[in-house]
Structures are given as C-alpha cells and as structure tokens.
C-alpha cells in the first residue's frame, strides 16, 4: 500500500488548509488511518486518527476543536481540514494506515504499518 499526503503548504496565521491522504497500491480491504506531524527538531506527534467506518475520531488536545478528520473509502483518500492555524503547527504532517477497523492505541506511531512522505505545512505569524 502506497499512501500519497498532499495539500500542504504556507499559510497565515487564522488560516485553513486541507490536507489528502491518498492510498493506492495492494488492497487493503479495511484500515484505519492517522496523521502524525513533526517539527524541525521534535518527535513525531499524533495529531488525529480516524477508524475504517468514519465513526470514530480522535485528536490531539493541541487540535482539537480546530482541525477534523475524514475519509471517503470510495476514494480510497483519508482528510485533515485544518481551521485557525498556529505558527505552533507547522511542520511536516504525515499520513498513515494500519490494517484493520480500529486501532486502541491509535496515538502509537509504530503501530502503523503505512507511512506517506510527508507534506509541509507553514503558518507564518
């Protein structure tokens, strides 16, 4: 499974952006998905998860009521809308899968075996 995270890119404080995660490759018939972010000289972060259904979201305290996470299966493509950002959220934002269509510990990155090549996001103050 190939994911491919696109949408990043430089924006002002107060800002929105919207962020697409698009599988393709071998199929997976059922996976639930995340994003993760990274700022220059950190560890990757959960940011949001989302279960195969749709149903089941999850954020970070830092995003929470600001971004949100969505799916279309029929697109086989995973979203972050991200609302009111802060220059405290650039960074390189990744998209990520795991088999299946829950994932408990949804916030451990090393539970999920698909990565996409990140996509930067700057928000200037």
């Known amino acids: 499974v190939q994911l491919q995270a696109s949408g990043g890119g430089l924006v002002q404080t107060g800002g929105s952006l919207r962020l697409s995660c698009a599988a393709s490759?071998?199929?997976?018939?059922?996976?639930?998905s995340g994003w993760f972010r990274q700022a220059p000289g950190k560890e990757r972060e959960f940011v949001a998860h989302?279960?195969?259904?749709?149903?089941?979201?999850f954020y970070a305290d830092s995003v929470k009521g600001r971004f949100t996470i969505s799916r279309d299966n029929a697109k086989n493509t995973v979203y972050l809308q991200m609302n009111s950002l802060k220059p405290e959220d650039s960074a390189v934002y990744y998209c990520a899968a795991d088999p299946g269509v829950d994932l408990p510990d949804y916030f451990t990155a090393s539970l999920y075996d698909y990565w996409g090549q990140g996509t930067l996001v700057t928000v200037s103050s």
């Open positions: 490759g071998r199929t997976v018939s059922r996976y639930v």
């Open positions: 989302v279960n195969w259904s749709g149903g089941n979201t």
